[in-house]
Every structure is written in C-alpha cells, then in structure tokens.
C-alpha cells in the first residue's frame, strides 16, 4: 500500500490537467484509478491496487463479496463503471476528466489530501467547510 500524507494546494489548467506534488509523484505509479468520493464531495485517486482493496472494504461492511449475488454484482459494476483510469503524464499531471470535476464541485483551485493509500482531490473552498465540520481535538480527549 502506497502511503500518502500531507495536503498541497494546486490550479487545473485549462485542460483539466493536474499538477502532482512532488512526493506523490514519487511514490505513485503511472497508472491510477479516480473516482467520485460517495459522497460526492471529491475525487478519490487510488494506485489499482488500492481501488481494489477500496472496493473489497465496501464489499467487507456487508459481510463480503457474495459473486452469486445479483446485487453484490450490480454494486460492483456500478463502483467500476464510475471509476476513470488516469495516467501521470511526462511532465507529473493527471488529467481529470470534466465529468468528474462538475460531480465533485472542482473547478480551478483544488487542495491533495494524502489519505493513506490514495489521495483526495478538493475543492479549495469545500476543503474549508468540510474542515471547519470536523474538531480533530476531539479524538485526542479521553
């Protein structure tokens, strides 16, 4: 598992190419997979390796993946058929496609949140709300 921390704040060009920091770049592959957080707050970015451990965690909350059963193989098709792969290009970007940049409220500032084995894709502002939501204080009380 690939393990990413920190949070970094970059523009999408025109394109809708996006800049990678430098310490994701180095721990990343070429190859990634992006997705639209449940939510839809933002973009997920896993290596393949880790979409598949995602997707097999979602599938652990209720009891497992059953291939026998008919929803268990909608609600994967439905996960993989949302999923884009994306590649990092020569110059360390990822192109995000505009369908999933108007689903999770992306439009030119964006914020990276490493999370472990993938990172998150913000918008700027909606990074600030969903912080401002959240009182990390908390876990450190007994």
Request: net charge negative; glycine share 8%; aromatic share 10%.
């Amino acid at each position: 598992m690939i393990k990413l921390y920190g949070a970094y704040t970059h523009n999408i060009d025109a394109k809708g190419r996006l800049s990678l920091p430098a310490k994701f770049r180095k721990k990343l592959p070429e190859e990634l997979v992006a997705l639209l957080e449940p939510f839809g707050r933002c973009l997920y970015v896993f290596d393949e390796e880790g979409f598949e451990d995602y997707v097999d965690g979602l599938f652990e909350q209720k009891g497992g993946y059953n291939p026998r059963s008919l929803e268990d193989i909608e609600l994967r098709s439905q996960i993989s058929e949302r999923a884009v792969d994306v590649t990092i290009d020569s110059a360390g970007r990822i192109n995000l496609p505009a369908g999933l940049r108007d689903a999770a409220g992306i439009d030119k500032e964006v914020e990276l949140v490493g999370n472990r084995g993938y990172f998150e894709v913000w918008d700027v502002k909606r990074r600030a709300e969903e912080r401002a939501k959240v009182d990390v204080a908390s876990l450190m009380q007994a």
